[in-house]
């Protein structure tokens, strides 16, 4: 693998810290993989979780929302939209790069990255997302800032929700690509109801795996290898159409 790393522009003379990974010796445009990583957590993580996809001939494309890793910034200040709008800023960032087939892009986001997932499918062409123990979070709380971890969302995650009043299950709901969810059997921060109503919203044939005995972060002895393990299965069997 070969790994570049770049910044992404943003308004206001912000920038997010980036990173492309491109396999050895291709030629051509390659489709490409956005990651999108969790609350708290960096794109350091996931060079080892798209490696197998790089294999495959993918290109992947990884960065630091505001508030994390090598961006840096305070997360006390930062909500959601915030973050919605790095993820968009990421996205954007994708045409910038001259090997990368724009018409075939996979979004992979784990916890609060698959929710941001979500919210970008609806506003970005987006050819598969994969939605490892995705997070949820209030309508309502969108625009506040330091909600993603508190007593509002842990209470809002124990309650059945649908499109009618939740954004992330309304993208579901429309979004017509490849959808992968993974759930961690042992996830102590996600409650099962929440990717129970991702399941129930999602109008299309979906896969899906459990990771049986997965904490949240893949931390447990096999969790991660075992997710790997899915992930590049998942895309072999749909190829790079």
């Known amino acids: 693998m070969k790994i570049t790393r770049v910044k992404i522009p943003m308004a206001n003379n912000n920038q997010l810290a980036a990173m492309i990974i491109r396999p050895e010796g291709f030629s051509g445009k390659r489709p490409v993989v956005l990651a999108i990583h969790g609350w708290t957590s960096e794109m350091a993580r996931y060079p080892e979780r798209i490696a197998p996809l790089i294999e495959m001939g993918w290109i992947g494309v990884l960065f630091d929302m505001r508030g994390h890793g090598e961006t840096g910034g305070k997360l006390k200040t930062l909500s959601v939209k915030d973050h919605h709008e790095d993820c968009l800023a990421a996205y954007d960032y994708i045409k910038n790069i001259e090997y990368a087939d724009t018409e075939n892009i996979a979004v992979f986001g784990s916890s609060y990255g698959g929710y941001q997932a979500c919210l970008l499918a ?4 987006v050819k598969h997302l994969i939605l490892k123990a995705p997070a949820q979070y209030g309508d309502v709380l969108f625009e506040i800032p330091d909600k993603q971890r508190s007593t509002e969302t842990t209470e809002y995650r124990l309650h059945h929700h649908t499109p009618q009043d ?8 429309n979004f017509k690509g490849n959808i992968l969810f993974i759930e961690c ?3 102590e921060q996600v409650p099962k109801q929440v990717i129970n109503d991702y399941r129930s919203a999602t109008t299309k044939n979906y896969d899906y795996e459990l990771l049986a005995g997965a904490d949240h972060s893949c931390h447990n002895p096999g969790s991660n290898q075992a997710m790997l393990d899915v992930m590049a299965g998942w895309f072999r069997k749909l190829g790079s159409k």
């Open 122 to 125: 609806a506003k970005r062409p």
């Open 166 to 173: 939740n954004q992330a299950l309304r993208a579901i709901n």
């Open 185 to 187: 059997e042992k996830d």
